[in-house]
């Protein structure tokens, strides 16, 4: 994979808020891409708990992961930000290795050298994982990674929003109504239900719907269709193969967007995968749809390899200052 000039590692703090998607304070941030594009970052809970680093997907925001930070932040560091074009982060220029690139930014401007981190990315997020996967930060930082509802390729082609066979009539009009440069308009009843079949499982409660709605519809026309050609491309099998860290693939068997194929091929291929976990009747939006599971895995993760890597280099400087001790003795 590429390896384009290292991102600056330089944030500032804007303000200290709170918000209504959790009680406890955020510190917001900005984050400085390769190319100079500005990342909005949001921070959660108290310093020095194990960090959670979190990544939306495509017309969403960081209000998109409002139940895992309101679940963590109590005892982790939660770390959410905006996709670029996407929230409070100012649209620029598209494309996969930009995503890596702000990855890379923001987890240089949030975690301390050689601080490890669980990774988790839904959708479009998870594609920033795989296409940072070769990254210096992410070698650095990454100590586990979650990815929910995506894939690494053919993701037109495979997709089951249209109940059509499938072949090329259907991968050309998928193609058409995922980029289409109409309005989405306010949010309706109509849209409600259109957005639940394409992107949740029927049973999904009707506020969960609602929540996701008030964010698609939030996302600004340009970088939705911008996104929307980027991801209709996209091919990071390579990102996979270079994902070396444990990894968890989570799914909706429900899903249009991503159908099961995708976490099925993943969890084949990824070199470390240590379990799919298939959400019966879920869609797309699993973080928002299974909140409770999605919040539990990032709990076992966090538990099984960043406390562990934590433990373990705290008791290697020990060794290291007796060992020095002992010597200067």
Known sequence: MSQPSQPSRTSRTSRTSRTSRTSRTSRTLTAVSADGSTIHVEVYGPDGAPAVVLAHGWTCSTLFWAAQIREL????????????????????????????????????????????????????????????????????????????????????????????????????????????????????????????????????APERVAECARIVHACPRPSRVAWAHVLAEVDLEAGVRELRVPSVVVAGTGDRLTPMVHARRLAA??????????????????????PEVVTAKIRELVATFVNADATASANATSSANVKAKEEAA
């Not at 890596?100 to 490890?116: I, N, S």
């Not at 929003?161 to 109504?177: D, K, N």
């Not at 379990?275 to 699993?286: C, R, S």
């Open 73 to 204: 932040a109590g005892d982790h560091r939660v770390v959410v930000y905006d996709q670029r074009g996407h929230g409070r982060t100012p649209f620029a220029a598209v494309g996969t290795d930009l995503l890596a690139d702000d990855l890379e930014a923001v987890l240089g401007a949030v975690l301390a050298p050689g601080e490890k981190a669980l990774l988790a990315g839904h959708s479009m997020g998870g594609m920033t994982l795989m296409a940072a996967s070769g990254r210096a930060a992410f070698a650095e930082h990454a100590a586990a990674v979650l990815l929910c509802s995506t894939g690494s390729s053919r993701l037109v082609e495979e997709s089951l929003v249209l109940p059509m066979r499938a072949g090329r009539l259907r991968t050309r009009i998928t193609r058409m109504v995922l980029g289409a440069r109409a309005p989405l308009g306010p949010v309706t009843p109509v849209s409600k239900r259109i957005l639940k079949y394409a992107t949740m499982g029927p049973g999904s």
């Open 269 to 290: 291929e990824l070199p470390d995968c240590r379990e799919l976990v298939e959400l019966a009747g879920m869609g797309h939006m699993t973080p928002v749809e299974a």
